[in-house]
């Protein structure tokens, strides 16, 4: 597996987590924060431009068993039941990387995490 493909798959998933009603944003992680700053410097220093991380929120990560591991974290709108905005989450995330893996012919078990983080 490439860094392309392990790319491909946060965006899927940070997609499919934004399309769900009651998602207002993810919440990037301490690291994602660090990354995209470094990140920043890195591509401005070398190409004259700025990076964007589109999948800042989701973690990504290949379990040495083949499985995928996802976590999302997500800021939700405080008019939506957190729960059933979480579970959604969680389903439509694990089913969009599903079919993405199945698609590439690397089929393996997802499993997605979900954290709420914060509701305006």
């Known amino acids: 597996m490439n860094a392309s493909h392990r790319e491909n798959i946060h965006r899927a998933a940070a997609r499919a987590a934004?399309?769900?009603?009651?998602?207002?944003?993810?919440?990037?992680?301490?690291?994602?924060r660090l990354a995209l700053a470094?990140?920043?410097?890195?591509?401005?220093?070398?190409?004259?431009?700025?990076?964007?991380?589109e999948a800042a929120g989701v973690r990504c990560e290949l379990t040495p068993a083949g499985a995928w591991r996802l976590e999302v974290?997500?800021?939700?709108?405080?008019?939506?039941?957190?729960?059933?905005?979480?579970?959604?989450?969680?389903?439509?995330?694990?089913?969009?990387?599903?079919?993405?893996?199945?698609?590439?012919?690397?089929?393996?078990?997802?499993t997605v995490m979900v954290t709420v983080t914060r509701t305006v």
């Open 18 to 32: 934004l399309d769900v009603p009651g998602v207002v944003a993810l919440q990037p992680a301490l690291a994602d």
């Open 38 to 53: 470094a990140s920043r410097v890195y591509e401005a220093v070398a190409a004259g431009a700025t990076g964007h991380h």
């Open 73 to 110: 974290r997500c800021i939700l709108d405080a008019d939506h039941r957190v729960v059933d905005v979480a579970r959604r989450v969680r389903e439509d995330v694990r089913t969009t990387v599903t079919a993405y893996l199945a698609q590439h012919g690397t089929a393996a078990p997802v």
